[in-house]
């Protein structure tokens, strides 16, 4: 998509969300809640996310509606143009929603008991890739563009080090995370960049062997996952101190009701929108984020 043509659609965006109205929302009484596509596909996806939307609706004293979408990109673009209320969802994701439509965080989700991730570039043992300058000429896949670790921070990470990874890498492929990783220890691909959590989950799920996968690249420490609501929500006080106790509550409930969440998260933080400048800086110094 040409800078014109990405300004154009943001622009309709950001005009979309100015049209829920606080009339609309009032006569609106169930929360649609969009989830980002963690696991394989849709249906293993919305199973694994139920009991937490569950859990909310019955904090809340509302119906939460789950549903998963497919794109980290997609997601953005849904909770921007307010098709979505509440999202969970990637760190650029986000930060690509609040600066669009003013969508807020109101949360980070803890995992490991931290509320910080990594962005990993992987390979397969036999590619003989060791660093991110063995790459020349090489098959590499990122994530879709609406993905932190999986595009945005591996690609500032090209270009600080002089590296235009259009002309510097060989083939070069955008599909999801889990593809990646399965493609890479196949040895389809030579690289590509992941997150640490994706990998460790897919591992322990035996979806890949550990042995298969090789890390040569790891992130700082990035924000970990956000749950944004819409800006009109953002501007209902009342209503945001009662969903960050309702996520709140989920950290002790794990104690008795584990598959709230997947396998080593541990509940959520409230955080706003300052957390996740690191990702914004990004945006901006890659110019994948326009200056206002």
Known sequence: MSTLHRRAALALLAAASLCITPAAWAQDKVLRFGVGLYQPDKE??????????????????????????????GLAKSLAAGETDIALMGPWGYVLANHVAG???????????????????????????????????????????????????????????????????????????????????????????DYNRNRDAMIAEGLIKASDSVVFWTSDPLPNDAVAVRAELARDAAFVAQLRAALASVGPALKTKPDLLPPRYNGFVPKDNAFYKPIRDAGLATGKLNTK
């Open 103 to 193: 969508a807020q965080a109101v949360a980070t989700i803890l995992y490991d008991q931290k509320p910080e991730y990594h962005a990993i570039m992987v390979t397969h043992p036999g590619s003989g890739i060791r660093s991110v300058a063995d790459l020349k000429g090489k098959t590499f896949a990122f994530g879709d563009k609406g993905s932190t670790s999986g595009y945005l921070i591996p690609y500032h990470h090209f270009q600080k080090q002089g590296l235009e990874p259009e002309t510097f890498l060989g083939k070069v492929i955008h599909t999801k995370h889990q593809a990646i990783e399965l493609q890479v220890t196949r040895r389809e691909l030579d690289a590509g960049a």
């Open 44 to 73: 293993k996806n919305d199973a694994t996310y139920r009991p937490l939307a569950q859990h909310l609706a019955k904090q809340l004293g509302r119906e939460v509606k789950l549903y998963t979408v497919d794109s980290w990109e």
